[in-house]
Each structure stands twice: as structure tokens, then as C-alpha cells.
């Protein structure tokens, strides 16, 4: 697979291209991303489903400037998908010779396969093994069921904001767009259901940009947000039954206002149809599915058991002193092992404590005297695929104060392990890095013992550094939780 890969998506509403960078077999990264509402559908369902002169040539210079925009970047393949607009045009064969003759080759995907390349990126991306996606496009609707990280069926449906904002929003008939939603969900197998629903596209993108403001929420990112549906049914409703010119009171942003009511009305009739309880919202769609077809394609369509790519792209920018960073994983889970027969800590936060250790030094990369603060930074912002938000912030609030007092509360407390759960994992952190860098860091051996007002952590090592020993006694302690003793070995571990 190339190096540099840009993936064009031609919806009905936008055309969208995402740029991606590989940065080791199976590790990438967004490069860059644009947009343009070249609206391709706009008037083709008065026409018979025709595409119009004006929004062919809107679209073709849209794609002209997305090939410049590619090769700046260095790209060494351009993968095009067209989905509902196009392949329901008479015309279509017209299109795609005009993109044709600019350098563009245009794949037409079916309404099934834009289904599965939207579950593939989120049984791929989102932290959840099980779900339902539902991909709200301009004219169709593509809904996928996954069961244990399985694509097990999936349907698309002709109904799209465009397409009912022209034939009924437009008329003001909200009473036919509910019977023509309705009729079209009709068709969906009754074992489409599930508690969790993984919302795609820029309806659910929206729709959650809008909760997220409404309740605060602390964390500016929409991929993995997620929220209680029944707790905002009532908001869908008053989405697409209030006057257009009241939306942007509602949190909806200016450019949603013309396609969002139909939107809401499909979005919020389908969740009452699947039983949803949580609504997950994905940032991943059509593109990384199209993208992840091609580099997982000798993978079986999905990434190896406990493999992470945001980790793996991490490591692969960031890590200079990959021994060390090793070394600082391995230690950590040798304390989460020991610290086991006391129960310290629970077994739900031994991944958290793994990543937080391997990658605790990526921010030296930026400037060493700052690095805590500048990995919190990193970590929190761009350990973007396969976990929720409270793993992200989690693991870099570790890392933050790993060897740093532990401060008294924190802004997103909310979101986060009690206290005493965050300062000794913080400082199991900490204390890795420092021990790693002892010679023979292999050789040192953990034991916890119980006592009255908390516990001891006895570490054995036959030939403790002078610096290392001089760091630990500076290490701040999660006191009176937890103490340190040490003691010589007699022999190599």
C-alpha cells in the first residue's frame, strides 16, 4: 500500500477527501481533510434522479482542486467512491467521463457496500465490538449490524436530508416526510437491534456538536462522545418539527440548518426502531472504511487482537527510545502483577497503565523540560481511534502527573477513577520511569505487603543506581496509601 493515500467520497450533499499517512504496516494518521458542498443531488429528485448541469460543474471543480491538494501532499494513490446521487442517475456515465478526463477515476459503490465501508471503519475505530451504524447521507441511509467485531448484515434505504428536504421539508409537509421515513425503515430485518448505536455522517456529527454544548460537556471531541438516547429524544423532536429559522438557537451550526431537520426526523425514528439506549458517535465513516479496505486487506478486514493503530501511530512519530519505552511497559505490568494479590488497583485499568507507560515520554519530542504536560497534550488529542473518551483522558492524566504531586481535583473528575485509583497508577508510572533506566531494569522484582494504614511496595534489585536511588527518594508518594522499602538480591533476577 502507498505511503500517502487520499480517499474522495462524493455523497449527495458534500464531496470530502481524507488524506491519510502510513507509518508502519499497519500505523496511520489523518494527514489532511476538506470539504466541499457541491450539493451534487441538488434538484435531481424533480428531474427523475438526473444529475443538473450547475452541480456536475461545481462537483468537477471541487475534485479538480482536491487532485492539486492531493499531489502538494505527496499522494501515491487516489481511491473516488461515488454513492446515492451518482449511482442513481440516469446520467451517471456522463459524470464520470468529465471526472475521467481531469484524472479521476470514479468507483460507484452500492447502497451495500457504502454500508460496509462505513461499519468497517467503525467495528475498526470505535472502542465497542458490538452495534448498529446508521450513515445519514444526502440521498440514502445505510444502516449495518456488527456483532462481535462482525459485519453481520446490512441494508441502505432511499431516504437522505437532501432528498426530503426537496420533496417535503422544502413544502413544508412534515407529515409526509414521517410516513415516507417510516415506510422506508419498514424494510430493515427486525434483528437490527441493539443498545448501542454508532451515528455516522454529518447528521449525527451535528446533532451530538449540539448535546455536547448544551450539556458542557468538558472535552472538545466528537469521535467516541456518546450519550443517553432517551435523555435527548425530546431534542431530536424539536429539531425537525421547529421553524428553520430557530435551529441556530438550538446549537445547530449555520451550515446544517438546510439539511438537518430531515436528518433528525430519519435519525430519530430509526433509534426508536433499534431499541437504542446509548447513541456512540463516530468522526469515521465511508472514507476510513474505503481506506481501511485497502490496508487491511490481507488482514480479514480488521486489525490483529489487541493491536491499536493511534498507539502504533504514536510510537512510530514519537518514540525515539523505543528500548526504554518497552522496558517502561514491561515494568508496569510486572507492578500491576505483584500489586494483584492485594487488589490496589482494579484489573479494568491494566491497559490504561500499559499504554500510559510505554508512551509517558512522546512529549520530549516537543520540548523535554515540559514533556508531562506536552504527552497529556498529545495523548488526549491523539490517541484517536478504538477507545472512549474517559480512556483517553485517563491515560493522559497519568502521564501528566507521573512523578508530580497529584493535585487535590481535577477539570474532568467527572469522567475519571476516584482519587486514590488515579494517584497510584500515576505513580506506578513515574516510578517505571525511573526504574527503567537503572541498569539491568529486568532485575528488579515487586512485592506489596498489607499494613495498617495502607501497604508497602518492597523493591529488590541487586544493584540499585545511585541516581535511581537518589530519583526514588524524591518520587512523590500517594501517601498514606502507599510507601516504598527496598532490598538487595543476593542473585540476578
Not at 476538506?34 to 448541469?53: M, N, P
Not at 479521476?104 to 461499519?119: D, M, N, T
Not at 456512540?280 to 487482537?305: A, K, M, Q
Not at 485499568?349 to 504527552?375: D, M, P, R, V, W
Request: charged fraction near 25%; charge should be positive.
Amino acid at each position: 500500500m502507498a505511503k500517502i493515500t487520499a480517499i474522495i467520497d462524493i455523497g449527495s450533499n458534500s464531496a470530502r477527501m481524507a488524506i491519510f499517512e502510513k507509518t508502519s504496516h499497519l500505523g496511520f494518521h489523518l494527514l489532511y481533510e476538506t470539504k466541499s458542498k457541491v450539493r451534487i443531488s441538488e434538484s435531481t429528485y424533480e428531474h427523475d434522479g438526473y444529475l443538473q448541469e450547475i452541480p456536475m460543474q461545481r462537483a468537477i471543480s471541487a475534485l479538480e482542486d482536491f487532485l492539486w491538494i492531493a499531489k502538494a501532499h505527496k499522494t501515491r494513490k487516489i481511491l473516488c467512491v461515488a454513492t446515492s446521487a451518482v449511482r442513481d442517475a440516469p446520467n451517471q456515465s456522463d459524470f464520470l467521463r468529465r471526472a475521467k478526463k481531469i484524472g479521476i477515476s470514479i468507483k460507484v459503490i452500492s447502497g451495500e457496500q457504502e454500508a460496509y465501508f462505513g461499519a468497517l471503519s467503525a467495528l475498526n475505530l470505535l472502542p465497542y465490538a458490538s452495534g448498529i451504524t446508521i450513515d445519514i447521507g444526502g440521498g440514502s441511509t445505510e444502516c449495518a449490524l456488527i456483532e462481535n467485531h462482525k459485519i453481520i448484515d446490512k441494508i441502505s434505504l432511499n431516504i437522505g436530508t437532501i432528498r426530503l428536504k426537496e420533496l417535503f421539508f422544502d413544502k413544508n409537509n412534515l407529515k409526509g416526510a414521517r410516513e415516507f421515513v417510516q415506510k422506508e425503515l419498514a424494510k430493515i430485518p427486525s434483528h437490527f437491534t441493539n443498545d448501542h448505536v454508532f451515528g455516522i455522517g454529518g447528521t449525527a456529527r451535528a446533532l451530538s456538536k449540539a448535546i455536547q454544548k448544551h450539556i458542557q460537556y468538558p472535552i472538545d471531541t466528537l469521535h467516541a462522545f456518546e450519550y443517553d438516547f432517551l435523555e435527548h429524544s425530546d431534542f431530536f423532536h424539536t429539531i425537525y418539527t421547529s421553524k428553520p429559522s430557530e435551529l441556530q438557537k438550538l446549537d445547530i451550526k449555520e451550515d446544517r440548518v438546510d439539511s438537518i431537520q430531515g436528518g433528525a426526523l430519519i435519525f430519530h425514528l430509526a433509534l426508536m426502531q433499534f431499541h437504542t439506549k446509548r447513541v456512540v458517535t463516530s468522526g469515521v465513516g465511508v472514507r476510513e472504511g474505503v481506506f481501511l479496505n485497502d490496508l487491511l486487506r490481507n488482514e480479514n478486514g480488521h486489525f490483529p487482537p489487541h493491536f491499536n493503530p493511534s498507539v502504533r501511530n504514536l510510537k512510530d512519530r514519537f518514540i525515539k527510545n523505543t528500548k526504554q519505552a518497552n522496558m517502561q511497559k514491561i515494568l508496569a505490568l510486572k507492578l500491576f502483577k505483584a500489586q494483584e494479590k492485594i487488589s490496589l488497583v482494579k484489573e479494568q485499568y491494566k491497559l490504561h497503565l500499559s499504554i500510559s507507560a510505554e508512551l509517558y515520554n512522546i512529549g520530549t519530542t516537543l520540548n523535554f523540560y515540559e514533556k508531562n504536560q506536552h504527552s497529556d497534550y498529545i495523548l488526549l488529542n491523539a490517541l484517536s481511534y478504538g477507545f472512549t473518551h474517559e480512556d483517553r483522558l485517563l491515560i493522559a492524566t497519568l502521564v501528566k502527573y507521573a512523578t508530580k504531586k497529584f493535585p487535590d481535583s481535577l477539570p474532568f473528575s467527572a469522567l475519571l477513577p476516584d482519587q486514590q485509583t488515579l494517584k497510584i497508577l500515576s505513580f506506578f508510572i513515574g516510578l517505571t520511569e525511573i526504574l527503567s533506566q537503572n541498569k539491568n531494569p529486568k532485575g528488579f522484582h515487586f512485592t506489596f505487603f498489607e499494613n495498617i494504614n495502607g501497604c508497602t511496595l518492597q523493591i529488590e534489585h541487586n544493584n540499585l543506581n545511585h541516581l535511581t536511588e537518589e530519583r526514588l527518594n524524591k518520587l512523590n508518594l500517594p501517601s498514606p496509601i502507599l510507601q516504598l522499602a527496598f532490598k538487595a538480591k543476593t542473585t540476578e533476577s
